[in-house]
């Protein structure tokens, strides 16, 4: 796309101002906020939990588009969103490289998870995360459910699968064992479950579906585990419509101190303990 020139920009952002002016003067509030997210933010209810909040605050609605974290990059390429969260750190770089973001701020994390049956038929127990699923591959003789959805729960499955040393196409057609839901983390759980089978998931969603599940954790330690949650406001250079003073409102309410408490919060007082861990910006060690 061909970049702006100072003048048109400084043109685009005028007309937008005024838009806003205008429509706060009609409406009372400001323009919603269009925000693409990962569907363990959503599942888990985080976004239910902090929405009331945010709109409160800044006299605005939040529009939360559900979504895996490839379908959701994919909205913020094409401007249809102002800002994006979610959970895959190659391809968020990747956004802000080529112009579409303008910071990758993580707010949060906690860790992925494999879960499956109680009995463990495939024996992964104790293994590291990159040695279960190689247990997994070679047996073929426990099901294994994937979101199949490019998601960043599937990137992060790859991404096993290579530190395993297997390509993922040969996985895919190994053999009726592995099977892709094309779901979300929730309903993938809840597939697992009816299929007694393994799956990856967050921490987050599992313990958000746990009433609802036989499933139990298998394998919870390992470096490749962590879980890093990001928001991206779009660069209005590249998509001249985009809220972007209402995304850097976001960023902001999401690491302040405030929130970043009720995030830490999250969850303890059902569960026994926080569904997402706050980092305030900054990116957690491995």
């Known amino acids: 796309m061909k970049k702006m020139s100072a003048k048109t920009l400084m043109i685009a952002l005028a007309v937008i101002a005024l838009a806003i002016i205008v429509s706060v003067v009609v409406t009372g509030r400001a323009p ?39 379908i959701a990059l994919e909205y913020g390429k094409r401007g249809d969103v102002d800002a994006v969260a979610i959970h895959d750190k190659a391809r968020e770089e990747q956004f802000v490289a080529e112009g579409y973001g303008l ?14 049956p109680p009995d463990d038929p495939a024996g992964i127990e104790g293994l590291s995360p990159e040695d279960a699923f190689a ?45 892709e839901a094309g779901r979300g983390m929730g309903p993938t759980l809840l597939m697992a479950n009816e299929k007694n089978a393994y799956t990856l998931t967050d921490n987050g969603t599992f313990l958000a579906y746990k009433g609802d599940l036989d499933l139990v954790p298998i394998v919870e330690t390992g470096a490749m585990l962590l879980n890093v949650y990001s928001i991206i406001a779009i660069d209005p250079e590249r998509h001249a419509g985009a ?44």
Not at 156 to 178: L, M, N, Q, T
Request: proline residues 4%.
């Open 103 to 116: 910071q990758r701020v993580p707010f949060a994390y906690n860790y992925f998870l494999i879960v499956g």
């Open 243 to 286: 809220n972007v003073e209402m995304a850097n409102n976001l960023v902001y309410f999401l690491i302040s101190p405030e929130i970043q408490e009720m995030i830490g919060n999250y969850g303890v007082a059902e569960y026994g303990v926080p569904l997402f861990v706050p980092c305030a910006g900054q990116e957690p060690e491995e």
């Open 32 to 70: 919603a906020l269009k925000v693409a997210t990962t569907s363990s933010l959503y599942d888990t209810g985080l976004w239910e939990y902090l929405e009331p909040k945010f709109e409160q605050e800044y006299g605005t609605k939040l529009h939360i588009f559900y979504a895996g974290t490839g």
């Open 135 to 179: 247990r997994l591959m070679e047996t073929g003789s426990a099901e294994f459910v994937s979101r199949g959805d490019d998601s960043g729960t599937h990137a992060k499955e790859k991404a096993i699968w290579r530190a395993a040393g297997f390509d993922y196409e040969a996985v895919r057609h190994a053999g009726a064992w592995y099977v």
